[in-house]
Each structure stands twice: as structure tokens, then as C-alpha cells.
């Protein structure tokens, strides 16, 4: 089964931080970009980052400086580092893999260049 899951969500503080993983079953995800969304209540789903097959990585504007996307090949994994977090963040935070973009197409972390997506986590960012 071709499976995307996401961990890492929690509760945190604003100025906190906290680390997602997305771990791929059933395929390799070293041949894919994936891309971080998130969707927080009433608004469209946005995507936040993106690391491709070659590790190149794009940041929205909004998180650039704040988060870190990186790859662990071994663990067929990708994680989003999310440091300094605001209470804008808060959303539900979703992986996506996606193949057939170059790397420069990848940019704009567009929802539709990915067709394989995990089920979400939740991120909550209080005082």
C-alpha cells in the first residue's frame, strides 16, 4: 500500500518549536519532491515547503527563515523543522509527494503538482 504519514503535531508556545516527519511506505520517496502544506479553518489549503528529488528546497514567504525541510533517505522519510513558531501557524499540517516537475516548477509549492498525500497534523501554536 502506497502510504504518506505525518507525525509531529502538538501544543507549543508561541516562539517554540517543533519537528514533522512524513515517512513514505510502498515507494520510494527519494524520486519524489514532496511538498508541506497546511489548511487552518476556513482557508485554502498553502503550501509552506517543498524539497525536491535533486534537494532543491522552496519556503513560502510567510515561513522562510522559520522553517527547515530536509530529506532522510535511509528512513525514507522528510521532515519539516519548524522554529519560531506564531500563532498563525496553526493549522493542520500535510505531506504530499509528487513526480514528473522540474526542479524550477516546483517553486510556487502548487497543491496540484502532488498526488500522493498523508492524513494530517494538527498544529497548534497557544499561549
Known amino acids: 500500500q502506497l502510504q504518506l504519514v505525518e507525525s509531529g503535531g502538538d501544543l507549543v508556545q508561541p516562539g517554540g518549536s517543533l519537528r514533522l516527519s512524513c515517512v513514505a511506505s510502498?515507494?520510494?520517496?527519494?524520486?519524489?519532491?514532496v511538498g508541506w502544506f497546511r489548511q487552518a479553518p476556513g482557508k485554502a489549503r498553502e503550501g509552506v515547503a517543498a524539497?525536491?528529488?535533486?534537494?532543491?528546497?522552496y519556503y513560502d514567504r510567510s515561513v522562510q527563515g522559520r522553517f527547515t525541510v530536509s530529506r532522510d533517505v535511509a528512513q525514507n522519510s522528510v521532515y519539516l523543522q519548524m522554529n519560531y513558531l506564531e500563532v498563525d501557524d496553526t493549522a493542520v499540517y500535510y505531506c504530499?509527494?509528487?513526480?514528473?516537475?522540474?526542479?524550477?516548477?516546483?517553486?510556487?509549492?502548487?497543491?496540484?503538482?502532488?498526488?500522493?498525500w498523508g492524513q494530517g497534523t494538527q498544529v497548534t501554536v497557544s499561549s
Open positions: 504530499a509527494a509528487g513526480y514528473g516537475y522540474g526542479d524550477y516548477e516546483l517553486r510556487d509549492i502548487t497543491p496540484g503538482q502532488y498526488d500522493r
Open positions: 510502498g515507494f520510494t520517496l527519494t524520486y519524489y519532491a
Open positions: 524539497i525536491t528529488s535533486g534537494g532543491t528546497t
